[in-house]
């Protein structure tokens, strides 16, 4: 099978942009002139306007908020991303040599620089392009959320993130790693059969991507249970710390109508230990309808 070279029109990087200016304005309470006198709002004109084609902001006053159908489309976008960050961003460094995944030791790092440098080692490869690809994703939208992660587009040119989402040179970076990264039909080798030297056997890109879902489901699992032991002793701690002599104030944390609340993360990640299972929020429709002439 011929590897497949990804493209990206200007319908669908409005597209992408939109959603990640929806979400500032949602997330962060940002609003933004109808008529502009900062140069960096203005360029940012085109993407509003798709927004309001769409119906997911309005004006109030001499600015865009956004509607209830934004917030819930931002909601959609949470999800999104916080399964990206679960799921999908342990492929992120596999040793195809071992079957090892770099996120099995998560946790035995004491901080984040000593994690860093070991992803830093070259026997890692980035399959998070051909998980998306085997899945029937869009590798584009999965490489577009590890940029928000990385706050790619937010430290563009000195924190001028209007700049960075318009920026043709990120979006053709995100091309770049899309096409560059290995795709699922590169997977396939042949091996010796154990069982008897003299002939070869030949393992399919298929049953590669198989056995790297299966394992990474197991491990994302296994630290969807870690994380939740780490909280409960967390919690056990704080509670155990507090002063019996003294009153105590009970917070909890605050749910705004755009945030993405699990309830149970084990049970809502369990079915991802199924190769083929894409969560429903991947398949509706999210980023704006945009016509370019």
Known sequence: MTKHTYTLTEAQRLGFASIFLLDKMVRKG???????????????????????NEHLIEIQGADYVPTEAGKARVRTFRQRYEEYLT??????????????????????????NSWRLYL?????????????IYKKLDP?????????MEGRFDDYADGRWELGILSGELWDEILSIVNSNLHPCE??????????PSRTLEVTPDDVMQDLLTRGGQIMLELVRRGQEIEAEQRALEAASASPATTTTTTTETVYDYDFVITDPYVYYTPY???????????????PTVVVF
């Open 187 to 196: 997977l396939g080798y042949t091996t010796t059969d154990p069982n008897n």
């Open 140 to 148: 584009v939208e999965i490489v577009f959320m590890s940029f928000v």
């Open 273 to 287: 230990l199924s190769p083929y299972y894409v969560s429903p929020v991947w398949t509706v429709p999210l980023y």
């Open 120 to 132: 830093q080692q070259e026997r890692w490869e980035d399959l998070r392009v051909a998980v998306a």
């Open 30 to 52: 940002r609003r933004f002139a109808v008529a502009p006198t900062d140069p960096d709002e203005m360029v940012l004109q085109e993407v509003l306007q798709t927004l309001f």
């Open 87 to 112: 799921v999908y961003d342990i492929y992120c460094a596999v040793d195809l040599a071992t079957g090892e995944f770099a996120f099995e030791r998560y946790y035995d790092f004491p901080d984040d």
